[in-house]
């Protein structure tokens, strides 16, 4: 079994920073891209950033210059730092992963999301 563990959302106010981590754990044998999606109410859910396993990074045009994602291979970790927020990046953030697991069985896997409020 693998499992992924968000945290680090919560309320903030327009123009502050919030910064989220994602780990993942269980019967790992390699974890390719990982990234980070949102979903907001009514809409559907959007890619916001992505990362390889050799640091190439890909952003969602919104969030460009003030979201960086990055990742710690030996933890299994990744990260969203998130500056400057807007009312409009309120959602609930989701990790996903792209992993091998130790049966060489290759799946996407999802965190059960975590809730980022930005108050204007």
């Known amino acids: 079994q693998v499992q992924l563990g968000e945290s680090g959302g919560g309320l903030v106010q327009a123009g502050g920073s919030l910064r989220l981590a994602c780990s993942a754990s269980?019967?790992?044998?390699?974890?390719?891209?990982m990234g980070w999606f949102r979903q907001a109410p009514g809409k559907q859910r959007e890619l916001v950033a992505s990362?390889?396993?050799?640091?190439?990074?890909n952003y969602a045009d919104s969030v460009k210059g003030r979201f960086t994602i990055s990742r710690n291979n030996a933890e299994n970790t990744v990260f969203l730092q998130m500056n400057s927020l807007k009312s409009e990046d309120t959602g609930v953030y989701y990790c996903?992963?792209?992993?091998?697991?130790?049966?060489?069985?290759?799946?996407?896997?999802w965190g059960q999301g975590t809730q980022v409020t930005v108050s204007s």
């Open positions: 996903n992963a792209d992993i091998l697991t130790r049966t060489l069985v290759r799946r996407n896997f």
């Open positions: 269980g019967s790992i044998f390699r974890i390719n891209d």
């Open positions: 990362i390889t396993s050799g640091a190439s990074t």
